[in-house]
């Protein structure tokens, strides 16, 4: 089976990691590792390319809920990765490398940052490839990689973040919460991840009316999707 993968990049000058302020240092004294996951590539092969697309923000988002449910490590939120990439101007590429992992781990203040992309081909079949690196040491920690028939998106990343937890070797996910997050993936289907996809995506680019309309699509297919219902309700407040 051929695959094609494309990354999405962040680029940044020098000059930037001293204007900005570490994510890590807003922490106070939390002593607790933490990550950062920046939006996914899209190598989407032919027609699936464009609609597909939403995902480079959905699975990072999801991927980014599934680590956070560890109280034992910090995730960086979406909204504090995207007010950086907002406040910084930086840019996207079509591949992302260590070094510029490094460099927006750096700003971030954070310890680990996870990257990488989605590939599909025409039979149905996708594949997540995720690698981290340790912003300290600048070296790749681990790399993984996970596929599945499309429409088993949630359980794939599910997965990911499972063994992202373990390779990166990161306190551990407690049990109850890891079964339970395997289990809850089984009931979600594909339409609702590119519904709330969609809906990440156009809030991440300043249409919150319409993030307001797909996340109460998702309610209204899946209503136990609690996403979806914490992003509708943060799309909601006055003034967000």
């Not at 240092?25 to 996914?40: I, L």
């Not at 973040?161 to 390779?167: L, P, Q, V």
């Not at 993030?211 to 699509?217: F, G, I, S």
Request: with cysteine; aromatic share 4%; net charge neutral.
């Amino acid at each position: 089976m051929k695959w094609s993968t494309t990354l999405v990049t962040v680029v940044c000058g020098g000059a930037l990691l001293a204007t900005a302020t570490p994510v890590g240092a807003q922490a106070g004294s939390d002593g607790r590792p933490t990550v950062a996951v920046m939006y996914f590539g899209n190598g989407a092969l032919g027609k699936a390319h464009e609609e597909l697309a939403p995902l480079s923000t959905g699975i990072a988002d999801i991927l980014i809920t599934e680590l956070s449910s560890n109280p034992r490590i910090r995730v960086v939120d979406r909204e504090e990765l995207q007010k950086l990439v907002d406040e910084q101007n930086l840019s996207t590429g079509d591949r992302v490398s260590k070094e510029t992992a490094v460099k927006i781990g750096k700003i971030l203040g954070v310890h680990h940052m996870i990257f990488g992309g989605f590939v599909t081909d025409l039979k149905g079949n996708m594949r997540l490839d995720s690698r981290a690196v340790n912003v300290e040491t600048s070296e790749v920690e681990y790399v993984e990689t996970v596929s599945d028939k499309t429409e088993n998106l949630m359980t794939m990343i599910v997965r990911l973040a499972d063994k992202m937890n373990k390779g990166m070797k990161l306190p551990d996910m407690p049990k109850n919460v890891r079964e339970s997050s395997h289990e809850s993936a089984k009931r979600v289907p594909l339409q609702v991840v590119m519904l709330y996809s969609r809906g990440v995506t156009a809030e991440t680019n300043g249409n919150r009316g319409e993030a307001v309309q797909l996340y109460r699509a998702v309610l209204d297919k899946f209503p136990e999707y609690e996403p979806a219902r914490r992003a509708l309700a943060n799309a909601e407040k006055p003034g967000a």
